[in-house]
C-alpha cells in the first residue's frame, strides 16, 4: 500500500443546541452588537450547556463521517482527536470516543495544537497512510473552549464558541485525488499571545487559582492578528507553489474562522478570488480545532465542493502554531 494518496472520504460535524448572541454578551460586558460584527464578523457562537463535554459533540461528528463513508468503526486504524479542552486530564478524549465509537482497533490519541490540530492531525494521517501503516483514519477536531473563557473579559468572550467537526481519510490508490501537500509549524517563543496559565502542573489546581481565573484564557489579540495573517499567508503560499499551484488556481479556500478581517486579510494576500473564501465565523465564532472540518462538512453539505476541486486549508493558534494543506477533492 506505499505511495498511495490520501484523501478524506466523508466528514461529518456537530454542535451544542445552547446558542449565546451578541444580545446575550451585551448584558454580560461592556459591548455591542455593532463592535463584534465590525471588529470580528461573530454575530452568534454556539455554547455547551453545564454537564456537556468535548467527546460528546466529536462522537457525534466522527458518527457521521463513519455512516457517510460506510466503513465500519473496527476499520480505523488511526484515531485523532485534536482539542485543546478535553473531557479530562487521563485518558485521553481520543480513548473515550473510540470506545463510545466501537473504534477497536484505532490507535487513538490527543493531539494539542489549538487551532491547527485539525491540519496537524491530517497531515499524521496522510503520512501514516501513504506510508501504509493505516488504512483509514479519523481526524477530529473538538473543543469546549466556553467552559475557559472569562465572560468579564470582554475581549476574549466575544470570540470563542463550541462545536466538533471529524474527517475519515482513507487510501485514494491510483488517482489524482486527494492531500497534495501539507506543511505545518510552531513557535514557542509566542506562547503568550494566547494562553491559559492554569488548568496544569505549573499552577496547581488549588481554590486560589480556580478562583482567580488562573485557568481562563488570555489573549494578546491584537498581536496575534498580525502574526497570524503573515503565517497563514506564507504557509499557504508555500504549499501552493511546491505544489506547482498559485492563488487563483484554488476552487475553495476554507481559512481557520478566527475573525472575518484576518480571513479577508489572508485571502487577498494569497490573491484568491472572495468568492471561493469560505466563512461560517457570523454563526459559530471561533471554535479552535473545529472549525475548519465543521466549515468542511458545511461546504460539502451546501455543495460547494465537486471532484477534483483545488481545496487549500490555513490555520493558525495558540503556541503559536500555524498550517496549510492542499488537497484535490
Ligand atoms: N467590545 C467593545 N470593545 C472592545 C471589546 C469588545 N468585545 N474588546 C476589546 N475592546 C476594546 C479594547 O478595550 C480597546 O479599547 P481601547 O482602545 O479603549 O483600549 C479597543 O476595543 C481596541 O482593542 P483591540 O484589541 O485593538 O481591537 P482589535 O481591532 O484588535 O480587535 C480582536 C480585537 C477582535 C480580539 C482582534 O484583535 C482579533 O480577532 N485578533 C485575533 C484573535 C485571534 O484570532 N485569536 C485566536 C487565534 S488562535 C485561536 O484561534 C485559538
Not at 40 to 58: P, W
Not at 302 to 310: A, K, N, P
Request: with cysteine; aromatic share 6%.
Amino acid at each position: 500500500m506505499a505511495n498511495t494518496n490520501a484523501r478524506i472520504l466523508s466528514t461529518g460535524r456537530a454542535y451544542p443546541e445552547g446558542v449565546l448572541t451578541n444580545a446575550d454578551l451585551e448584558k454580560l460586558v461592556e459591548t455591542s452588537d455593532e463592535w463584534i460584527i465590525s471588529r470580528t464578523g461573530i454575530k452568534e457562537r454556539h455554547k455547551a450547556a453545564d454537564g456537556e463535554y468535548t467527546s460528546q459533540f466529536a462522537v457525534r461528528a466522527a458518527q457521521q463521517a463513519i455512516e457517510r463513508a460506510r466503513i465500519d468503526p473496527s476499520e480505523i486504524d488511526l484515531l485523532i482527536c485534536a482539542t485543546v479542552t478535553p473531557d479530562q486530564i487521563l485518558p485521553s478524549t481520543g480513548c473515550l470516543i473510540q470506545a463510545e465509537l466501537g473504534a477497536h482497533r484505532a490507535a487513538a490519541f490527543d493531539l494539542a495544537a489549538a487551532c491547527s490540530g485539525f491540519l496537524y492531525g491530517l497531515t499524521l494521517a496522510n503520512q501514516m497512510i501513504r506510508g501504509g501503516q493505516a488504512r483509514y483514519a479519523l481526524v477530529i477536531g473538538a473543543e469546549v473552549l466556553t467552559r475557559y473563557v472569562d465572560y468579564t473579559d470582554r475581549s476574549t468572550c466575544v470570540i470563542f464558541g463550541d462545536g466538533a467537526g471529524a474527517a475519515l481519510v482513507g487510501a485514494s490508490e491510483g488517482d489524482e485525488r486527494g492531500i497534495l501537500g501539507t506543511r505545518i509549524r510552531s513557535d514557542g517563543r509566542y506562547a503568550e499571545q494566547l494562553y491559559a496559565p492554569g488548568g496544569g502542573t505549573r499552577l496547581g489546581i488549588t481554590a486560589d487559582n480556580v478562583n482567580s481565573g488562573q485557568h481562563y484564557f488570555r489573549m494578546k489579540g491584537n498581536e496575534l492578528f498580525k502574526v497570524a495573517v503573515r503565517s497563514m499567508a506564507d504557509v499557504s503560499r508555500e504549499v501552493l507553489e511546491e505544489a506547482g499551484y498559485k492563488g487563483e488556481d484554488v476552487k475553495l479556500f476554507i481559512p481557520h474562522q478566527a475573525n472575518q478581517r484576518i480571513t479577508d486579510a489572508v485571502a487577498n494576500n494569497l490573491k484568491v478570488d472572495s468568492g471561493i473564501v469560505y466563512s461560517n465565523i457570523a454563526m459559530h465564532g471561533n471554535t479552535s480545532s473545529a472549525s475548519i472540518p465543521i466549515a468542511l462538512d458545511e461546504c460539502v453539505e451546501q455543495g460547494r465542493i465537486s471532484e477534483g476541486d483545488l481545496v487549500l486549508l490555513a490555520s493558525f493558534g495558540g503556541g503559536v502554531t500555524w498550517g496549510s494543506v492542499l488537497m484535490r477533492w
